[in-house]
Structures are given as structure tokens and as C-alpha cells.
């Protein structure tokens, strides 16, 4: 059958690929490294564990949505077939779920190991956290597939649009009976968000009043430097974190509202994520940013 691709469809279709092909490359890269190192080492830590599960989960999200937007661009008169687009988009939210919350793991996960507070839920924290990690991905999951059984359910196509290619063709529902699914999305959501934020500050407030304890002392040396580097990547991953977390949010609630364009841009906002942060990741590692740039030089 014939498609009519429109130049806005070929731009937005470049960009998301460019996109794809960057996060892919970086987290098949980040997962790949721990593999070896799982297999050379015959040990796997809790934070490796973490970090493998997250460059999964961001692999598929990018894939997914790639495929999502080439299916939609290329043959829209098979793809835009119930209940083909609803599959695919509980899944994507699925996949961007589990991401947003394996990350706030990851964050947690720092901030327990990390973080240096004389309370006593937080030093049974800091002695439990290898045994809590497998239970914390099975809850990641399972709210990440309940938000995308419930998301399922208000999705729509816009019949009026059928007829034309368009990347943004699936709708929201806004009936009043939804109301209670879009509560559980959003507290879903907001809970991932708190955990992440919450973690992520109380790392950054153990981490500065360390760094200021050595100023006071006059120790820098490098572990202070190594402390400003981490208080660095926190707040990068805060900012990244919380634009990811409100184009989520705006894609689910309002994708009925906005134009093209918009939708786009918060698409790309929305994966910033999953490549930005995972390179964050990278160089935060000494070991991992030496084998990266080892990559990089035998490629070119």
C-alpha cells in the first residue's frame, strides 16, 4: 500500500534515530563491560547488578520507541490496527517506567552505601542493601506493569487522522470513569520521583558536609576531589532525572492537547535519560571510562 511520509515525519524519524542509535551504543556498551567483568571476576555486586538491569531496561525503552515511531512512519495503514498501537505504547511505558524506577534505585542505592548519617534504620539499611536490591527489582517491575496494564486502557487512535501519516496519532482518554487509573499512573510515577529526589539530596547534603569538613581541615587531596566530582554527576542526574520525569508526566496527560511538534520535543526530552545519564555513569567509573575511551579510539 502507499504512505505519504511528510518532511516533519523524516525529521522527527531522523532525530529519534540519532537518539536511539546514541543510547543503544552507550548502554549495550555499559552492559556488555559488566558481562565481561561478571564473567572474568566471577563476582557480580549489587551496584554492577543494578547498573546491568538499568542498561537493559534503557536498551529496550530506546529500541521499543524506535520501532514504535518506524511502524508508525513507514506502514501506518497496518500499524494504526487496535490493538496493535496500545500494545506498543503500554509497553513503551512499561520500559520508561522500569527505567525511571531503576534509576531511582540506582540513586537509593548510592545514597545508602554512600551517604554517612548515625541513625539506626539507616546503618540496618546500609547492612541489608545487597539482600534488599533483588526484592526493590521485583517491585520495580511489577508497579512498571501495573502502570502498563493501566495505561492499556486510555489509550485511543484518532480516527480523524487515520488517513494521513503522523507519528502522534494515539490519544489519552480523559473520561471522568479514568480518573481513579490516571491517580494510580501519576502516584506511580510521583512515588519514583520522591525516592529518587529524596535520595539523591540526602547524598548530596552527606557529600558536601563531608567536602566541608576537609576544607575546614585543609585536606585537599583526592579524595576531596573525588567527593566534588560526585556532587557533580548528582546534580546532573537530578536535572536529568526531573525533566525526564515531567515530560513522562506531560506525554501521558496531555498528549491529547498538544501539536506535533511539542510532542517531539518532549519525546526527546523524555529519552534524554537514558544516554545522557547512562555517559554520566560511564565516566563516573575509572575502569568503565578507560575501556569507553579505549572503544572510541579503536572505532575511529
Not at 88 to 102: G, K
Not at 199 to 215: E, I, P, Y
Not at 238 to 255: D, G, N
Request: proline share 2%; aromatic share 16%.
Amino acid at each position: 500500500e502507499t504512505f505519504n511520509v511528510t518532511s516533519y515525519d523524516a525529521v522527527a524519524f531522523v532525530i529519534i534515530t540519532l537518539q536511539t542509535v546514541a543510547g543503544v551504543w552507550i548502554n549495550g556498551f555499559i552492559v556488555c563491560v559488566l558481562c565481561v567483568s561478571w564473567v572474568k571476576k566471577k563476582i557480580f555486586n549489587s551496584n554492577e547488578k543494578i547498573l546491568l538491569v538499568l542498561g537493559c531496561f534503557r536498551t529496550g525503552d530506546l529500541c521499543i520507541s524506535w520501532a514504535y515511531v518506524f511502524l508508525a512512519t513507514i506502514y501506518p495503514q497496518h500499524f494504526y490496527v487496535p490493538p496493535i498501537p496500545q500494545m506498543f505504547s503500554a509497553t513503551r511505558i512499561f520500559c520508561n517506567s522500569s527505567n525511571l524506577w531503576v534509576s531511582a534505585c540506582l540513586c537509593v542505592f548510592y545514597c545508602i552505601k554512600i551517604a554517612n548519617f548515625q541513625h539506626t534504620f539507616f546503618t540496618y539499611l546500609k547492612a541489608k542493601i545487597d539482600r534488599i536490591v533483588p526484592w526493590v527489582f521485583l517491585v520495580s517491575v511489577l508497579l512498571s506493569l501495573v502502570m502498563s496494564i493501566l495505561s492499556y486502557n486510555i489509550i485511543y487512535i484518532n480516527n480523524n487522522s487515520t488517513t494521513s501519516t503522523n507519528l502522534w496519532k494515539l490519544s489519552v482518554r480523559m473520561e471522568e470513569h479514568l480518573s481513579p487509573t490516571f491517580f494510580s499512573i501519576g502516584f506511580i510515577l510521583m512515588t519514583a520521583f520522591m525516592a529518587a529526589i529524596f535520595s539523591a539530596f540526602l547524598l548530596l547534603f552527606s557529600l558536601w558536609r563531608h567536602k566541608h569538613r576537609m576544607q575546614t581541615n585543609s585536606m585537599r587531596n583526592l579524595s576531596m576531589d573525588a567527593h566534588i566530582k560526585a556532587i557533580k554527576s548528582i546534580l546532573s542526574f537530578i536535572f536529568l532525572y526531573s525533566i525526564s520525569f515531567i515530560a513522562s508526566s506531560l506525554s501521558l496527560v496531555y498528549a491529547k492537547k498538544m501539536g506535533n511538534l511539542p510532542m517531539l520535543f518532549i519525546s526527546v526530552i523524555q529519552y534524554s535519560l537514558a544516554v545522557v545519564h547512562s555517559l554520566i555513569l560511564i565516566f563516573s567509573n575509572t575502569e568503565m571510562e578507560k575501556t569507553f575511551l579505549r572503544t572510541l579510539l579503536c572505532v575511529k
